[in-house]
Nanobody
Framework: QVQLVESGGGLVQAGGSLRLSCAASGVTFSNYAMGWFRQAPGKEREFVAAISRNGARIDYADSVKDRFTISRDNAKKTIYLQMNSLKPEDTAVYYC?????????????????WGQGTQVTVSS
């Protein structure tokens, strides 16, 4: 059974940093592209960042470019999202996703498995 478990969320002041992790089990991790998406209250879920199976391709939403960094450790079956210079508008539930055949890293429907999410709250 595939499981994606996010951790690292919390409450932080604007300008601060957080590091999210997503640990995968039940999959051959290196065969999956991995992504982070987020959903703010009253809004639709949106793309944040994603990384291809071998890390050769990385994509970011314009809103987080130059502030967030996605990485993966295939040996640990884990991806990370380093979030710096956080803003109140980054407040959301952050979801990890895994996709076996992902051509467009930012396309939500191409991902097969999803975690339960971790809350990130940025206070002003």
């Amino acid at each position: 059974q595939v499981q994606l478990v996010e951790s690292g969320g919390g409450l932080v002041q604007a300008g601060g940093s957080l590091r999210l992790s997503c640990a995968a089990s039940g999959v051959t991790f290196s065969n999956y592209a991995m992504g982070w998406f987020r959903q703010a209250p009253g809004k639709e879920r949106e793309f944040v960042a994603a990384i291809s199976r071998n890390g050769a391709r990385i994509d970011y939403a314009d809103s987080v470019k130059d502030r967030f960094t996605i990485s993966r450790d295939n040996a640990k079956k884990t991806i990370y999202l380093q979030m710096n210079s956080l803003k109140p508008e980054d407040t959301a539930v952050y979801y990890c996703a895994a996709g076996r055949f992902v051509r467009d890293l930012g396309r939500e429907r191409e991902y097969d498995y999803w975690g339960q999410g971790t809350q990130v709250t940025v206070s002003s």
